[in-house]
Structures are given as structure tokens and as C-alpha cells.
């Protein structure tokens, strides 16, 4: 269809047609100008510790931090004053187990983050990253089940369930606005739905991250989160890179089971997969631009290699292009001011 449009218009060739013309200053090129990033885009990744005025730099990703709350609540401000729409919550919790239980206790650090952010910060939507892997002794995102002889382990999934609704609930009722389910264990979305449903939180939203793939993308996160898998991979649950068809039946399944908003991860690597599902189901799409999508930018930045800012938008447009309607990234806080400017 566009390529159709494109050749009945192009009949008229070169010299009569000269592309160059809409390009020749600023003015004309803002004009013609076919996407757009916007701070109405973007949310922001934060990860909050225990602890009182900690605000302790990630070494592989430079400008994040790891924060207690009252920290936390501070940046938060700012974010909310820079017109920033939301942000995306990551725990440390004090301590790790196998039944990962800090991500569902009452007194959780993403609990008590969320009950300090909803008192303190009105205007920003607070969205909670669903998973086991923070919380877990082994950083698996579920139960893990080892075969004592052969040393095989699994994630079990349907027990994983149950933890992943029991952590949902427990941030809806601290006051969490969107739940984002990231653990990738089949059915989650359908019975963090019916958990949500049953406990009287029937308005949240629940933005699924739908189509995540196993990606070597998330090492620096790994060091922010503390959720390296202290054995095997993930690659038994999340997403394998080289397939596309399977990342529609996941969007598709998520879908049926309830899903608001579907995402897809990393970003950068995978444009065309964004495109598709856009382009499938339309549904709004939200891209994870993941923390080695940006560690690599700074890095090369740093040495004098790259231009940050200027990537930096090319990248978060190029994202845009492909069809996503909102962006998690942590460039957020910067693009905002730069795009404010
Ligand atoms: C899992 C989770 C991960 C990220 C977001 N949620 C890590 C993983 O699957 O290992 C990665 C985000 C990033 O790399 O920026 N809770």
C-alpha cells in the first residue's frame, strides 16, 4: 500500500523531483517532520534499597542510582516536575530467599516505596515491575525446582503464579497504579488479572511485558537490580532472539488474558518486532530501551566516541518510528530536559 502510493507519485523523477527541497533548513524540515518523541512518551526506571539518605551510583550505568525511599520520593519530584507521565519501580530487598518473600511482604521495600510516593508525590503514575527475580536467593524469576542427581533445575511455573499475584496484589494494595509483569511465565497475566479482579482492583491496568526475549542486553541492570541468576540462564522462560512469529502468539495470549498495554524487550535490537505488533494488534505498545542499549551509549560517550544526546534522540525516536507509544527508558530524565529546551 505505501509502496504503491509511493510509485504512482514518483512518476515524476529526478530533475523535476528533487528530494533535497524539504530538507534545505530547519523550519522546512520541522514541518515535514513525520515523528515525533515527546515527554508524554517516556517513563523512567528507578531502583530503590533500604535504608536512610543512600543514594549510591551503578557504576555500569552512569547518572542511576540505587536509593532508599526518602531519596527516592526526591527524585521523584523532580521527575513529576519535569512533566514526566511515570516511572517504573525496581527493589533491593534486605534480604533474598527462595521463596523470594520480600516481593510480596507487607513491609516489602517496594511496598513501603510506594506508600511514601503515593503520600508524597501526586501527579506521577507509579508502576511496579512484577517479578521474582530481585527477591529470589538463586535470581531465577520463579520457584526453582533442582534435581538433587543431575543437578537440572526448572522454574516451576504455575507455582510461580501464585507468587507473581500475591506480589501484584500486594503493590496494588500499597497503592500502585499499573502492575508490568516481566517474569514471562505462561498464564501470568490471566491470573494477575482474576487476583487484581478479585481483590476489588479491577481498575489497574496491567502492562505485560509481552514479548521478552533473552537478551545479553540486561547485564549493567543485573548489577543495578542485584539479580544476576546465581546459576543456568533464563533462557528456559524468556523469549529466544532469533524468533519473531512467537512474540504475536505471546502479545496475542496476553491479550485474551487481560493485558492493557504490551511491551516488548530490549528495544533497539528488536525495531521490527515493535513494528509488527503495532501493526497486528493495535494496541499500545510500550519498548523497554534496556539498560546495555544505554550502558553502551555512555560508555562510548565517555571515551569521546558519541555524541550522547544527539544518539541519545535518535535512538528514543527510532524506537518511537517503529510504532511504540511509550518508551521505559533511562534516558527519561534527560530527554525531558533536553526536549524541554
Ligand atoms: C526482570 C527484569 C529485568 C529487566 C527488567 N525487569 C532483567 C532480566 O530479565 O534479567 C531488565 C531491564 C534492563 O536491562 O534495563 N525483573
Known amino acids: 500500500m505505501i509502496l504503491q502510493t509511493f510509485m504512482r507519485e514518483n512518476i515524476m523523477g529526478f530533475p523535476e523531483r528533487r528530494l533535497r527541497r524539504l530538507r534545505s533548513n530547519e ?9 515525533q518523541i515527546s515527554i508524554d512518551d517516556l517513563i523512567m526506571p528507578l531502583f530503590v534499597r533500604p535504608g536512610k539518605g543512600i543514594k549510591q551510583p551503578i557504576p ?10 526518602d531519596k527516592l520520593v526526591e527524585e521523584v519530584k523532580i521527575l513529576e516536575g ?34 511514601a510516593l503515593k503520600r508524597e508525590v501526586k501527579n506521577i503514575l507509579v508502576i511496579t515491575d512484577v517479578c521474582m527475580c530481585e527477591y529470589t536467593n538463586h535470581g531465577h524469576c520463579g520457584f526453582v525446582r533442582t534435581d538433587d542427581r543431575t543437578g537440572h533445575f526448572e522454574v516451576d511455573n504455575d507455582m510461580t503464579l501464585e507468587l507473581l499475584v500475591k506480589e501484584s496484589v500486594s503493590h496494588a494494595k500499597a497503592g500502585a497504579d499499573i502492575i508490568a509483569p516481566s517474569d514471562m511465565m505462561d498464564g501470568r497475566v490471566g491470573a494477575i488479572r482474576q487476583g487484581l479482579d478479585e481483590n ?21 541492570f543485573r ?43 530490549p528495544a533497539l535490537a528488536y525495531l ?36 550522547e544526546k544527539r544518539v541519545a534522540l535518535e535512538i528514543l525516536t527510532s524506537i518511537k518510528r517503529a510504532g511504540a507509544d511509550i518508551i521505559l527508558t533511562y534516558w527519561a530524565k534527560d530527554a525531558a530536559q533536553w526536549l524541554r529546551k
Open 27 to 35: 523550519n522546512i524540515r520541522r514541518l515535514v517532520r513525520e515523528t
Open 272 to 307: 521490527d518486532i515493535i513494528r509488527i505488533i503495532k501493526d497486528k494488534f493495535k494496541y499500545p505498545v510500550a519498548a523497554y530501551n534496556v539498560s546495555g542499549e544505554f550502558s553502551v551509549v555512555k560508555a562510548a560517550s565517555e571515551k569521546g566516541w558519541i555524541d
Open 60 to 69: 555500569s550505568m552512569p547518572g542511576n542510582f540505587q536509593m532508599s525511599v
Open 200 to 220: 476489588g482492583f479491577e481498575h489497574i491496568p496491567v502492562m505485560a511485558y509481552s514479548a521478552k526475549y533473552a537478551s545479553g542486553f540486561y547485564g549493567p
Open 223 to 265: 548489577e543495578a537490580a542485584e539479580s544476576t541468576p546465581g546459576f543456568g540462564d533464563r533462557s528456559s522462560y524468556q523469549m529466544d532472539p532469533h524468533n519473531a512469529a512467537e512474540a504475536l502468539r505471546e502479545v496475542s495470549l496476553d491479550i485474551e488474558e487481560g493485558a492493557d498495554i504490551v511491551m516488548v524487550k
Open 82 to 115: 519535569l512533566g514526566i507521565p511515570g516511572i517504573i519501580l525496581f527493589g533491593i530487598p534486605e534480604k533474598k530467599d527462595e521463596m523470594g518473600s520480600d516481593a510480596y511482604a507487607d513491609e516489602g521495600i517496594i511496598q513501603k516505596a510506594i506508600i
